[in-house]
């Protein structure tokens, strides 16, 4: 169905979902007309149809959290193992489900985000492409050389880093005092 095996993943779990829970409404319709003889399914769908409204603005939460994470899920705006940046949270998707999403954090705490919030809002995939720019902010004392200091990150970082394209890397001044 699909190439992608994030996506494949992705897939099966909102369609594993999905059939669980009409297995669960289906078998809830066989017990209850075992249970009570004089039970009929339409009788339920009437009552619900009645009671939507109340249902409806009870449920609203709960729902927009499923919509959203069946859109989440289906569009893959992030994975699972991508780290993502959201609000105050920075962390690594562990899960993602119909209702929330969880991010461990990289102080080792476990953070539940509501799958409605992740998307109606920006989130952050650091994640989401191979190469990515980074900054640093070194400071040097007052009496240090300036120059020497630039040459010195510069071939620190020209040394030790992995870095994809030598002539990028810039080492810059951006404030004195």
């Known amino acids: 169905m699909t190439g992608n ?13 999905l059939a669980q829970g009409a297995t669960i409404l289906l ?13 009929r399914a339409g009788d339920l769908v009437q009552l619900l149809g009645i009671s939507g409204v109340a249902i409806g603005f009870a449920f609203r939460d709960i729902l927009q959290n499923f919509l959203a994470g069946i859109l989440i899920l289906l569009t893959e705006p992030f994975q699972i193992d991508d780290q993502i940046v959201f609000k105050n949270f920075e962390g690594t998707v562990e899960s993602i489900q119909t209702r929330a999403t969880t991010i461990r954090t990289y102080d080792g705490r476990r953070i539940v985000i509501p799958n409605s919030e992740l998307f109606t809002n920006s989130v952050t995939v650091n994640t989401a492409f191979e190469n990515r720019r980074l900054e640093y902010d070194i400071g040097i004392g007052y009496g240090d ?30 404030k004195v005092g």
């Open 5 to 17: 095996p994030h996506h494949a993943r992705n897939l099966g779990l909102v369609l594993g979902r």
């Open 145 to 174: 050389d300036i120059d020497q200091a630039k040459q010195l990150i510069l071939e620190a970082a020209q040394e030790k880093l992995d870095i994809v394209n030598h002539a990028f890397l810039i080492v810059a001044v951006g």
């Open 27 to 39: 078998g809830l319709f066989v017990s209850l007309s075992i249970v009570i003889p004089t039970f």
